[in-house]
């Protein structure tokens, strides 16, 4: 009776190892460093110290930037909010202030929100903001599932406006959605790519440096990017083919683009009246995109939306009196195709470029 | 959920786990519940769709069954055709519908600015729809008894594995086997699992690697000439095929690990020796539901070789329509009925020809140019199916032979795959390869020979060996960014 018991259920017994396996590559190697909770926090406290830091790879930026203004010594003159596209935004462009860029990879509405209740509840309100704002801000379907929950949760109250909460924003406000790369072959695949350097015990881990030449990404003290040297030493005919085919291959952030979800819009007016209500006075930069994957996509049926969110966001910053630099669309103002580095990610020159022309 | 994802990897193994463990009169609300929970974890507010489309088939049902006055039956009938078709009209063929007007208006000089809707098409609701369609008008033909459980006619609706990509289970098949008990047996499991297995390496290391060309390349036609476009057109045939059928094989495998047989949508089309034949091997669920809904109440080929053809058109065009609300689908559609036509008045003529040539005395060769024939002809006329628009696939038909002289132009051999929107040279390689393994093991398939068969009659060490190593390669060489499925958008 046993053995035939053993014999109906030995598939699955077999199958074990195989899962077992799995997440004890990914647990092991990690190299991403998930289960190392600790490091926003060592990485906080290098930068704010006056640190570089290399090696930031896959670490969660929201948590890094809440690190940095909860331990921070004073208020910044200048903070920059944005995505990775504002991350190369560092002191040079505003000569004696103190600047903190508050920017991250793939930064939504949510983000930028969360971010600045992190400085309203620390009390470390800047004197001003520059936003740097992105396409997909009004994109119902491009909702962040990693920002600061609670913090966007105070924002929205002090906002006044009552949320939908799904089941789904429920289980990733209680269980960190990183956890569930554990079980991800998307991370296997990681792990295993960094198994030789795990055996020999070198798996690159965040490193405070002091000096930048290094040709690995660095994070400044001023939370500004340099990135890494393969990126910065783009042939133009690389760039070109990058700006074709973000265009083409359905921008992430864009799919299901159909209108600009009027909720969203209301989140985005209320938090410029808030930052206004808070007396911190608001800048606005338009960072361009590549000009070849502006023009395939402003051609493009679904997603010549593009152009109403800037329209949009133009009329919005008026109706404020903000100050606004810059357009999405690179021909406007005064950049080409040799200003990036790849589809999305201007070079600092033309982002100053941009700003001289206002000046 | 995508059956690709981490989140279905977890969905799944608890609700097996909790089906076999409950006893079988809870098993379906399990289901149910597990099916709405699945439809729900793409936009939460879409299932209310698919429960009005459950609502209006399971009172018409119950009407039909009840009533015996003609007219009044066919009023029913109209009234459930009016909602599903209604929906699906308005979900899925509405911005399609104003936006022909608009263009017509435009080409006559009389510009009228038509409202659009934002609404998004709701995952699947092309299958769910067919399938209650088939339903009501099976119990209007009096073919089956109207389901008097509502829970288990809504698990019909929306049974999670098929729900939003099929296989359309008719519900003769599908009902009974709701209401049957089903023991836990390790064969079935074992052989479901084997099955999921297979549709995830065809979708996620072929699909979706073959995907990143020719998503490219047909985005953007005009900056490739022939060489490109070839590789595009048979790569995105083949991306398209083990896309879908790679979904159709994780939802048959995992309906069997539950106790249920769904029929098999895909029995390798690209072997096959005629046009009629392909058809006949490709999507099938579909084609079989166009075949009694459509050809047979047109009057299928009773009424003369003029009427088939006309029916013929028709079912393929409709078919073309249902793929997508775009003039290139119809386009498609219309196409694939007059190959099919065609094939089917030349077949005597063909026949001669081939005897005529002695082609009859090398039957391998015969059948190898017969094959090669047909998917040449797919190839050809399928590119309307991905092309965006109908100028694209005139683009791409006209400079198929351009270029040739210089077929990498210029480029060393891995610029020119990446310039053809490949990340590397080693994706394109990885590429190649599994689709020469795949279709290695479909051609040995076609004569017969399984090579899972094979392999179970071998020792439990090779045998187990190979199960690993065919989950690693799987684990290792797939595309895991979660890319829907092509068919979830129909």
């Known amino acids: ?148 929950f609670q913090e966007f949760d105070n924002a929205m109250e002090r906002m006044e406006i009552v949320q939908n909460t799904t089941l789904k924003d429920l289980i990733v406000k209680w269980i ?66 990058k700006a074709e085919r973000y265009a083409f291959k359905h921008p ?39 000009p070849r994957s502006y023009e395939i996509l402003s051609q493009n049926k679904i997603y010549k939306i593009i152009i109403d969110v800037e329209k949009y966001m133009r009329k919005v910053f008026s109706s404020f009196d903000i100050p606004v630099y810059g357009s999405f669309d690179a021909t406007k103002c005064g950049c080409n195709s040799t200003d990036f580095y790849d589809a999305v990610h201007a070079k600092p020159e033309a982002i100053k470029r941009i700003l001289s022309l206002y000046q | 959920m995508l059956f690709n994802s981490v989140h279905f990897a977890i969905f799944f193994p608890i609700v097996v786990t909790l089906y076999f463990l409950l006893p ?50 066919k009023l029913i009938l109209l009234c459930s055709l009016i909602v599903n078709l209604g929906i699906l009209f308005t979900f899925k063929y509405y911005n399609f519908f104003m936006d022909s007007i608009e263009k017509l208006s435009i080409s006559l000089n009389i510009p009228i600015n038509m409202h659009y809707s ?61 209401k049957q008990s089903h023991d836990f047996n390790i064969k079935r499991v074992s052989d479901g699992l084997k099955l999921m297995a297979w549709g995830l390496f065809k979708k996620v290391v072929v699909a979706d690697r073959l995907g990143m060309m020719s998503a490219y390349v047909f985005a953007n036609p005009q900056s490739h000439q022939g060489p490109g476009l070839l590789f595009a057109m048979i790569f995105s045939s083949w991306q398209i095929y083990c896309d879908f059928s790679g979904y159709s094989d994780i939802a048959v ?124 002809i797919f190839l050809f006329f399928g590119v309307p199916f991905r092309a965006e628009k109908i100028g694209d696939v005139f683009y791409i038909w006209s400079h198929l032979l351009t270029g040739w002289t210089n077929p990498t132009r210029g480029l060393d051999f891995d610029d020119f795959v990446v310039s053809l929107g490949m990340p590397t040279e080693q994706e394109f390689n990885t590429a190649i390869v599994s689709l020469l393994f795949l279709i290695v093991v479909e051609a040995f398939q076609s004569y017969g020979i399984s090579l899972r068969e094979k392999l179970e009659q071998r020792n439990m060490v090779l045998r187990w060996t190979c199960y690993y190593i065919f989950l690693f390669l799987i684990a290792f060489y797939g595309v895991w960014n979660s890319s829907p499925f092509i068919y979830f958008q129909f």
């Open chain 2, 253 to 376: 495998g995992s309906a069997k690990i539950l106790g249920i047989n769904l029929i098999q949508n895909f029995e390798r089309p690209y072997f096959s020796r005629s046009f009629p034949e392909l058809w006949r091997r490709w999507h099938i669920s579909l084609m079989n539901w166009f075949r009694d809904y459509v050809f047979y109440p047109l009057g299928g080929s009773r009424y003369g070789t003029l009427n088939t053809c006309r029916n013929l058109i028709i079912v393929f065009t409709l078919s073309g329509l249902w793929h997508g609300a775009n003039w290139t689908y119809i386009f498609w559609g219309f196409l694939m009925g007059v190959c099919l036509v065609l094939s089917l008045l030349t077949r005597d003529i063909r026949k001669i020809i081939i005897e005529k040539i002695g082609l009859t005395h090398f039957p391998k060769i015969h059948q190898g140019i017969q094959m090669l024939m047909t998917y040449s």
């Open chain 1, 176 to 241: 960190d959605p990183r956890y569930f790369q554990i079980l991800s072959p998307g991370y296997f695949q990681e792990s295993i790519r960094f198994l030789p350097a795990w055996v020999v015990g070198k798996i690159p881990r965040p490193k405070p440096i002091e000096h930048y030449e290094t040709e690995e990404k660095v994070i400044r003290p001023d939370g500004s990017i340099i990135y890494e040297s393969s990126r910065r030493q783009r042939t133009q005919q690389e760039i070109e083919l």
């Open chain 2, 24 to 73: 079988h009169k809870f098993r379906w609300i399990l289901l149910l519940i597990a099916s709405y929970y699945f439809y729900m974890a793409w936009i939460p507010i879409y299932v209310l769709l698919l429960f009005a489309s459950t609502i209006v088939d399971y009172i018409s049902g119950l009407l039909l069954g009840k009533t015996e006055t003609e007219y009044k039956r």
């Open chain 1, 252 to 290: 992430e952030g864009l799919i299901n683009y159909r209108i600009l979800d009027p909720t969203r819009k209301q989140i985005f007016e209320n938090f410029l009246k808030i930052v206004k209500k808070d007396g911190v006075e608001i800048e606005v930069i338009f960072i361009p995109i590549h």
């Open chain 1, 1 to 148: 009776m046993r053995h035939a018991l053993f014999k109906e259920i030995l598939p699955i017994i077999l199958l074990i190892p195989f899962f077992i396996f799995f997440i004890s590559v990914n647990v092991l190697i990690d190299p991403a460093g998930l289960l190392r909770k600790s490091q926003e926090k060592q990485i906080a406290q290098w930068l704010n110290e006056g640190y570089g830091v290399i090696n930031a790879i896959n670490v969660d930026y929201r948590k890094i930037i809440k690190e940095r203004i909860l331990l921070m010594q004073g208020k910044p003159d200048i903070i920059i909010m944005g995505s990775s596209r504002a991350m190369i935004i560092d002191s040079s462009f505003f000569p004696n202030k103190h600047i903190l860029n508050c920017s991250l990879p793939s930064a939504n509405l949510e983000d930028i929100i969360a971010n600045y209740q992190v400085l309203y509840e620390a009390k470390q309100l800047p004197e001003k903001l520059i936003l740097c704002p992105d396409l997909h801000y009004f994109n119902a379907y491009a909702k962040s599932n990693f920002h600061l």
């Open chain 2, 118 to 178: 934002s609404l998004l098409l709701p995952i699947g609701i092309s299958f769910y729809t067919f399938q209650t369609l088939a339903y009501t008008i099976d119990v209007y033909k009096r073919k089956i008894k109207p389901e008097k459980h509502f829970g288990i006619f809504a698990l019909y609706v929306t049974f999670f594995p098929q729900l939003v990509a099929g296989p359309i289970e008719r519900a003769d098949t599908l009902i009974p086997q709701l």
